[in-house]
């Protein structure tokens, strides 16, 4: 069975940095393109960022020169390095796995609270 577990979630102030893994369990496949996604109260679900198993990199342009996606495939792993933060990034931020055949697997999500 296919797990992901995010961590690296917390309250910060406006300005500050997070680091957010994601680590996936289970998987027999090898780990296809991995991202985060973001959804606050009352809002759709956002797309954050993606990397594909070739290291090629994708953001919103809400995050863009403020967060870095990273991953290692050695430790099954998806990072997003967030900087600069501010109010509005205030989400629950979920990680995701595509296999293969392009079908994602999804974490539970972890919360990301920025004040002002």
């Known amino acids: 069975q296919v797990q992901l577990v995010e961590s690296g979630g917390g309250l910060v102030q406006a300005g500050g940095s997070l680091k957010l893994s994601c680590v996936v369990s289970?998987?027999?496949?090898?780990?296809?393109?991995m991202g985060w996604y973001r959804q606050a109260p009352g809002m759709d679900r956002e797309f954050v960022a993606s990397i594909t198993s070739g290291g090629t990199t994708n953001y919103a342009d809400s995050v863009k020169g403020r967060c870095t996606i990273s991953r290692s495939d050695v430790k099954n792993t998806v990072y997003l390095q967030m900087n600069s933060l501010k109010p509005e990034d205030t989400a629950v931020y979920s990680c995701?796995?595509?296999?293969?055949?392009?079908?994602?697997?999804w974490g539970r999500g972890t919360q990301v609270t920025v004040s002002s």
């Open positions: 289970g998987a027999s496949f090898r780990l296809d393109s």
């Open positions: 995701y796995v595509f296999d293969y055949y392009r079908v994602p697997y």
